[in-house]
């Protein structure tokens, strides 16, 4: 968390409102979120940079510099990208980690109250290298049930772990694969490889429905996320499995089940409807 619809969710903004924007400096307050470079390489690299423009990959926030140089922010738990034209709450800018001052007076901090995010500054060839090393995105065209299919074919897994696997299927994470699963009646413990055709299609299908839902909805705020205004997420009433375990099972009634047996993640099912 975030995962696809709340990193696309600030991509989106940042893209909106900062895009064509200059960054004349920085101030790194907390340089342990910093990857790939040191602080003095960051902040000579980026300043007098203009962002040309913002988008996603996986669960990466990416700010693509005039230098040809790549920000990609991975917000974890508890990041966020605010933008701030001065009406940004104190408490929102206690916790910046960096904060790059723009042209027009604006600043946009990267927020981490636990510091477990990160910021990295990547070359080009870097950029290429570390993004050829993640999985097919889930909203594009070519992740199709053939593309499925030839995931699970292979694997043993728990479907819940293999789709979850950022190397194979980018931006699904806990919340989502739960969602998912629950919308495709699949238990979330079966090996991949047991599903059968028609399951299998029926599990992209829902991948693809409840990302674009959730990012319809802003994305989902449990705890921490927040947009590029401080706002959270609209996705979080629209929840049908995750974090309603003991509830009612919005198809059929049953009590919903939690564990943490596939990977040491909360799990949150209905035995009757997933098999």
């Known amino acids: 968390m975030p995962e696809l619809p709340e990193t696309e969710t600030m991509a989106r903004d940042l893209d909106r409102f900062v895009s064509g924007s200059r960054i004349t400096s920085m101030k790194v307050t907390r340089p342990d979120v910093l990857r790939e470079v040191t602080k003095a ?3 000579r690299r980026v300043a007098g940079a203009t962002i040309e423009h913002c988008w996603r990959r996986a669960k990466l926030v990416v700010l693509d510099l005039s230098t040809g140089d ?8 508890t990041g966020a990208l605010l933008i701030d034209a001065g009406q940004l709450a104190e408490e929102q800018r206690r ?7 723009l042209a027009d007076g604006r600043k946009l901090h990267y927020r981490d109250v636990r510091r477990l995010g990160t910021v990295s500054l990547m070359s080009p060839k870097r950029w290429q290298e570390y993004s050829g090393a993640l999985g097919i995105e889930p909203l594009d065209p070519a992740f199709d049930a053939a593309y499925l299919s030839g995931l699970v074919r292979e694997s043993r897994q728990a ?10 299927l980018v931006g699904v994470g806990n919340i989502y694969a739960n969602e998912a699963l629950w919308d495709a009646r699949i238990d979330p413990s079966r090996s991949a490889k047991a ?26 705020s449990i705890r921490d996320y927040v947009d590029s205004s401080g706002e959270r997420g609209g996705f979080g009433p629209h929840l049908s499995a995750y974090g309603r375990e003991g509830l009612p099972c919005e198809r059929c009634g049953a009590r919903l089940v939690g564990t943490h047996a596939i990977d040491g993640r909360a799990t949150v099912l209905c035995v009757r409807c997933q098999s």
């Open 41 to 43: 390489t960051f902040q």
């Open 70 to 77: 790549r920000i990609a922010v991975q917000p974890r738990f």
């Open 95 to 101: 916790y910046s980690t960096v904060a790059f001052l």
């Open 159 to 168: 479907i819940k772990k293999l789709i979850m696997d950022q190397r194979q």
């Open 195 to 220: 599903l059968k055709p028609a399951e299998i299609a029926t599990l992209r299908d829902a991948i693809v429905r409840v990302l674009h839902r959730a990012v319809k909805a802003r994305g989902t």
